[in-house]
Nanobody, 125 residues
Framework: VQLQASGGGSAQPGDSLGLSCTAS????????VGWFRQAPGKQREFVAA????????YYADSLRGRFTISRDNAKNTVYLQMNNLKPEDTAVYYC???????????????????WGQGTQVTVSS
């Protein structure tokens, strides 16, 4: 599976941005797809994930309500909608996919086998 993330850019506090993650090589069917982010000098952290079989979604507690993960099966694409952006959301955002990820491990980067190249999101006034 090859993942292509896109949609990052610059935003002001309070703005919204949407990210896309498109898979090639195979479909997302049966996989879990996650979004992670990494700010300078910090560890990669979990943002949101979706189990593609069933569509169950999971969020970092601190981001629930502002960020939404969704999908378009026909386009083999997973989205991350980010609303009311804050400067602390500034990071490189990565999408990732993995098979047979158990629920207790869905927030761990180590659970994912395939990673996109990352897209920069910068929030500043």
């Amino acid at each position: 599976v090859q993942l292509q993330a896109s949609g990052g850019g610059s935003a002001q506090p309070g703005d919204s941005l949407g990210l896309s993650c498109t898979a090639s090589g195979r479909t997302f069917s049966g996989y879990s797809v996650g979004w992670f982010r990494q700010a300078p000098g910090k560890q990669r952290e979990f943002v949101a994930a979706m189990k593609m079989n069933g569509g169950h979604t999971y969020y970092a507690d601190s981001l629930r309500g502002r960020f939404t993960i969704s999908r378009d099966n026909a386009k083999n694409t997973v989205y991350l909608q980010m609303n009311n952006l804050k400067p602390e959301d500034t990071a490189v955002y990565y999408c990732a996919a993995g098979a047979r990820i158990i629920l207790s491990a869905i927030r761990s980067p180590q659970s994912y086998d395939y990673w996109g190249q990352g897209t920069q999101v910068t929030v500043s006034s």
